[in-house]
């Protein structure tokens, strides 16, 4: 008898998490994005574009260009996963946890280039929902995520304080609250395979505290645009 209750149990249980797992589902990707920075502090010597800006005061070296506004656009990879697990109508509503980095060859607050000159990484989380289409195949969805970027997007290179002696300039890194929302379209390839065939970013990140003292920008406007390939469980 007892064993017969538990082999009843064993069904039901079975059954539950079947039920459970066909209402959820779990996926993971990777991206590769190209992200634009824009609304940065130029200084001097400041990129062609900052030009505009007239010569004003320092900060430990770096003369800050007042009126005049850089950009940097730097790529990188990004992976994360996604786990939907709540339908209403056509929109099915989850949460998204990613993290990347991005890396470029210029810099937007001064004329310095080189090798990864703006470099950073960050890790937002946020909901998402999956819109239902009577096409099987497309799958376009949309985000909102908050997190946090560590980078060195607004800073110049103080080539004035070789630290020990050293003749590579030292790099400042500042820590901002990024929030960025997004919308794409992954498109089913294979049972448990999606192309992401292109992720929208728009968003902003805000600096923490107030930085090195050498940048002078504390509010970066950001945009990316983004491909990749998703891996899901079936039946999604």
């Given at each position: 008898?007892?064993?017969?209750?538990?082999?009843?149990?064993?069904?039901?249980?079975?059954?539950?998490?079947?039920?459970?797992?066909?209402?959820?589902?779990?996926?993971?990707?990777?991206?590769?994005?190209?992200?634009?920075?824009?609304?940065?502090?130029?200084?001097?010597?400041?990129?062609?574009?900052?030009?505009?800006?007239?010569?004003?005061?320092?900060?430990?070296?770096?003369?800050?260009?007042n009126?005049?506004?850089?950009?940097?656009?730097?790529?990188?990879?990004?992976?994360?996963?996604?786990?939907?697990?709540?339908?209403y109508g056509?929109?099915?509503?989850?949460?998204d946890?990613?993290?990347?980095?991005?890396?470029?060859?210029?810099?937007?607050?001064?004329?310095?280039?080189?090798?990864?000159?703006?470099?950073?990484?960050?890790?937002?989380?946020?909901?998402?929902?999956?819109?239902?289409?009577?096409?099987?195949?497309?799958?376009?969805?949309?985000?909102?995520s908050?997190g946090?970027?560590?980078?060195?997007a607004?800073?110049?290179?103080?080539?004035?304080?070789?630290?020990?002696?050293?003749?590579?300039?030292?790099?400042?890194?500042d820590?901002?609250?990024?929030?960025?929302?997004?919308?794409?379209?992954?498109?089913?390839?294979?049972?448990?395979?999606?192309?992401?065939?292109?992720?929208?970013?728009?968003?902003?990140?805000?600096?923490?505290?107030?930085?090195?003292?050498l940048g002078?920008?504390?509010?970066?406007?950001?945009?990316?645009?983004?491909?990749?390939?998703?891996?899901?469980?079936?039946?999604?």
């Amino acid at each position: 008898m007892v064993m017969r209750f538990g082999k009843v149990w064993a069904v039901v249980l079975l059954c539950l998490g079947s039920g459970l797992a066909a209402q959820a589902q779990f996926g993971a990707y990777g991206l590769f994005s190209a992200t634009s920075l824009t609304g940065i502090q130029c200084l001097s010597p400041a990129p062609t574009a900052c030009s505009n800006g007239a010569v004003g005061g320092t900060a430990s070296g770096s003369t800050v260009i007042n009126g005049g506004l850089g950009k940097v656009n730097p790529t990188g990879l990004s992976g994360g996963v996604f786990y939907d697990f709540k339908s209403y109508g056509r929109i099915r509503l989850g949460v998204d946890v990613r993290g990347g980095n991005f890396h470029a060859n210029k810099s937007a607050a001064t004329s310095a280039g080189g090798s990864s000159i703006t470099s950073g990484n960050y890790f937002l989380a946020g909901v998402r929902g999956t819109i239902r289409t009577p096409i099987s195949w497309l799958k376009p969805y949309a985000q909102v995520s908050a997190g946090y970027s560590h980078n060195d997007a607004t800073e110049p290179i103080n080539a004035f304080s070789p630290v020990n002696g050293s003749s590579t300039p030292p790099r400042y890194y500042d820590g901002f609250v990024q929030y960025e929302g997004f919308i794409g379209a992954d498109i089913k390839v294979l049972p448990m395979i999606d192309l992401r065939a292109i992720e929208l970013g728009i968003g902003n990140m805000n600096r923490l505290g107030t930085g090195s003292g050498l940048g002078g920008t504390a509010s970066v406007g950001v945009r990316s645009i983004g491909a990749g390939v998703v891996f899901h469980l079936p039946g999604k």
